[in-house]
């Protein structure tokens, strides 16, 4: 029968089992970190231009906001239309700004604006995941699984109920401003020559 050379253990010293502990625990840590990065979820990042006042609108408001939605090369995807000719007797009444109902709109978007204030301007960068995913608007310019950027600025902010009223008060100042039914029509101012 063979014979097994026998090796001497030493000693451990005075302090390596801590040590050991020490790096095992480091080790899960940082493998434990790495990991939470990989799988977070997505997140919108709303940063700042201009600081906003007051509260944040909620899921169920109706904002009016302007904005420029741009992809990573800086194409400009969508923005806000200019503001239309207002007659004067409501102009009061409508906010500046398009007005957007907040579940229409992608939940990063939606997700961004909650954490807006009235009268701020931000640049947002919404995920793809939160965004269109792999299913952008067809005949959009938006390719599939694109991040978007959008400089957004909320103008105002409405509960349902306060639209509801707005939208009350313009349609009762838009009728009294209809001619009587059968009442005959102002006439139309007469060009002179040469004009």
């Known amino acids: 029968m063979a014979e097994v050379t026998r090796v001497p253990l030493q000693p451990i010293a005075s302090g390596s089992m801590m040590k050991f502990w020490l790096g095992v625990l480091i080790g899960a840590a940082l493998a434990g970190a790495v990991a939470w990065f990989l799988t977070r979820p997505d997140t919108v990042d709303v940063e700042v231009i201009t600081a906003g006042t007051g509260p944040s609108p909620q899921e169920t408001d109706a904002v009016f906001v302007e904005y420029v939605g741009k992809l990573a090369d800086g194409t400009v995807f969508d923005q806000s239309p200019p503001r239309p000719e ?21 939940p990063g978007f939606r997700e961004a604006i ?33 991040d978007l950027t959008f400089e957004v600025t909320l103008h105002e902010f409405l509960t349902q109920e306060q639209l509801q009223e707005r939208v009350t008060q313009i349609n009762t100042i838009m009728a009294a401003q209809q001619p009587e039914p059968g009442a005959t029509p102002a006439p139309a101012p007469t060009p002179t020559p040469g004009q």
């Open 114 to 146: 909650l954490q807006m204030q009235k009268g701020g301007k931000y640049k947002v960068e919404i995920p793809a995941a939160l965004a269109y995913g792999a299913n952008p608007p067809a005949g959009s310019p938006i390719p599939p699984n694109a």
């Open 86 to 106: 207002i007659p004067e007797a409501i102009a009061d009444l409508i906010p500046e700004g398009s007005y957007m109902e907040l579940q229409g709109v992608v």
